[in-house]
């Protein structure tokens, strides 16, 4: 499968910036791309920095005027395409949600994101309702593509959940950087903690995973931090936690990666991690803690 990812950096205008991917997503499918995955609220900056009511009004429901115009790029260029949105379910209730095209336009599914942080300059527990759609993967024309968001990339129960039933690649829409007063050393410490983590989603369920994160600096409006420097670094691991491609960590990216989908099967056939579950022992992870 030949998938594109697109790591940007956004400005304010959203319309800008949504008028910038499209043009991407043309030109990855015109190189050949099947699928095309976006990073987390690519239309806007990421504006969980700051707690404002003023923010809902980027919101957009689904279907939209919004969702139109991807559905008419899927279409158009005959993709799959992975898109990352704030959704307005409702007054007063919001989503982080991930809406996938399929290649005639229509809506193929949706996940709403089931982790939810709340960290300084990443407050989105004032912004996002946690999901309630479960870990579905959703059904497309290039696969059972288990697409989940962000925070949940920390979470194995997330990815093994989605393996379980059934995806066929683990697909993660990212906004992650570091804060100006982390130390070089912590600053380190923390993207290869993020790296190795999904490698590992990556090595446990004998799937491809596909992170797109977004890249550049986002002052914080309120002034309180130094606002975040989002460090790219996209990638995408084979079902052995291979690396297939990686991105800078301060630019920007347009890519198509190959990868090989019949490896999984292989690759689950030597190391039978789901043969050699002991799941009637696993009662405990359920449990907030164990005393």
């Known amino acids: 499968m030949k998938v594109g990812i697109i790591q940007q950096h956004n400005g304010a205008d959203v319309a800008a910036n949504r008028a910038r991917l499209i043009e991407k997503i043309r030109l990855l499918a015109a190189d050949g791309a099947q699928l095309v995955v976006l990073q987390e609220l690519h239309d806007s900056l990421y504006f969980c920095q700051t707690e404002n009511v003023g923010n809902f009004d980027l919101a957009v429901a689904i279907p939209s005027d919004v969702t139109d115009a991807y559905a008419l790029v899927a279409r158009e260029c005959g993709i799959v395409l992975v898109t990352s949105l704030f959704e307005r379910r409702a007054p007063g209730l919001y989503h982080n949600t991930a809406v ?37 993967p959703i059904q497309t024309s290039v696969g059972r593509l288990g697409v989940l ?16 039933r ?10 992650i950087g570091w804060e ?3 130390t ?8 290869e903690a993020w790296i190795t983590v999904q490698r590992g989603h990556a090595v446990a369920n004998g799937l491809p995973v596909v992170t797109v994160n ?16 989002f460090w790219g670094s996209s990638f995408v691991a084979g079902p052995q936690g291979e690396f297939l491609f990686q991105a ?3 630019e920007e990216a347009v890519a198509i990666i190959d990868i090989d989908m019949r490896r999984c099967e292989n690759v689950r056939r030597w190391w039978p991690f789901l043969r050699d579950r002991r799941i009637e022992n696993y009662s405990g992870i359920t449990k907030r803690f164990l005393d």
């Open 149 to 164: 968001v962000c925070w949940d990339q920390w979470y194995p129960e997330a990815a093994r959940l989605m393996a379980l």
């Open 248 to 250: 800078s960590d301060s």
């Open 184 to 191: 070089p050393d912590e600053k380190a410490r923390q993207r």
């Open 214 to 229: 977004r890249v550049g600096y986002e002052p914080d409006p309120s002034e309180v931090t130094g606002g975040i420097t």
């Open 100 to 136: 996938v095209f399929e290649r005639d336009g229509s809506i193929a599914g949706r996940y709403r994101k089931m982790h939810i942080p709340d960290d300084p300059a990443y407050y989105e527990k004032f912004y996002f309702t946690p999901g309630d759609l479960g870990f579905e």
């Open 180 to 182: 100006s007063s982390d």
């Open 166 to 175: 059934g995806a066929e690649m683990l697909i993660y829409p990212t906004a």
